[in-house]
């Protein structure tokens, strides 16, 4: 598995930009899990294809994470993203920062947890955004069920009117050694309080793999550094969402 998975990512990260013709905005769904102690890396990057007339045409997107759990409760990190237009050229949109709290598992099989975070504009045709909302898990780590039912308020300059809903879910279990499969859904509902019609809201889903590998040896006190690789491809369902949205999502934590 730990040779196999530079390969797969390699692979994976060429498939993707060989393969999408354009993406708005990277895919992740939260979990509450926070590790005292560890610090995470990750690069996100999504493409899309194939735009309904009411989809944003953004050929590509790319998000750079770093952060650290203080606390086993307490998750603090920032984020640079990137955007590539139909006809333009890569961007730096949004700077942005980001905390998760964690109030731990109220029974067997139940955890529950909270995130907030903010992206600040960069590009001029960008606006900023205050996203929050709880992170729901049902399950363990052999099968589990994710929830992010997440509100956004953007302010500033280009900014929406009303508080959007953005949600995503993850339905994963485990296959093997290292190995999961799942189905990851998303969506946004602009303007929760003028019920926008479907034709404006975007809604996708589709299958995810997910790979882990230890890359390191265990410290005293501390779990073994892990490195993760998500390939996703969801599916458009509204005529505001991409035909088509590849998603990879390569992870360092230590």
């Known amino acids: 598995m730990r040779n196999m998975l530079p390969r797969t990512l390699m692979a994976a990260v060429i498939a993707a930009l060989a393969s999408?013709?354009?993406?708005?905005?990277?895919?992740?769904?939260?979990?509450?899990?926070?590790?005292?102690?560890?610090?995470?890396?990750?690069?996100?990057?999504?493409?899309?294809?194939?735009?309904?007339?009411?989809?944003?045409?953004?050929?590509?997107?790319?998000?750079?994470?770093?952060?650290?759990?203080?606390?086993?409760?307490?998750?603090?990190?920032?984020?640079?993203?990137?955007?590539?237009?139909?006809?333009?050229?890569?961007?730096?949109?949004?700077?942005?920062?980001?905390?998760?709290?964690?109030?731990?598992k109220a029974q067997p099989g139940f955890d529950f947890g909270w995130y907030s975070g903010v992206d600040v504009r960069i590009g001029s045709q960008d606006t900023n955004t205050f996203t929050f909302g709880p992170i729901i898990q049902f399950g363990d780590d052999k099968a589990s069920l994710t929830l992010n039912p997440f509100l956004q308020r953007t302010f500033g300059i280009n900014r929406d009117d009303g508080i959007a809903f953005a949600y995503g879910v993850m339905a994963k279990r485990e296959i093997g050694q290292g190995t999961a499969i799942g189905i990851e859904a998303y969506g946004v509902i602009p303007d929760l309080g003028h019920g926008t019609p479907m034709a404006f809201q975007e809604h996708r889903i589709g299958p995810v793999l997910y790979l882990e590998s230890e890359i390191g040896p265990k410290r005293e006190g501390r779990e073994a550094p892990k490195a993760t690789l998500d390939i996703g491809m969801f599916f458009g369902m509204t005529e505001a969402t991409a035909d088509l949205t590849g998603k990879v999502k390569f992870g360092v934590t230590w």
Do not use: C, H
């Open 20 to 104: 999408s013709e354009a993406g708005a905005g990277t895919f992740e769904v939260k979990t509450p899990d926070i590790t005292q102690g560890q610090t995470s890396f990750s690069w996100n990057s999504a493409g899309q294809s194939r735009f309904p007339a009411n989809a944003d045409p953004t050929r590509y997107s790319t998000e750079f994470d770093l952060g650290s759990s203080p606390t086993s409760w307490f998750f603090i990190g920032g984020k640079l993203n990137l955007d590539q237009t139909v006809d333009e050229a890569w961007r730096v949109s949004t700077a942005g920062a980001e905390m998760q709290l964690r109030f731990g």
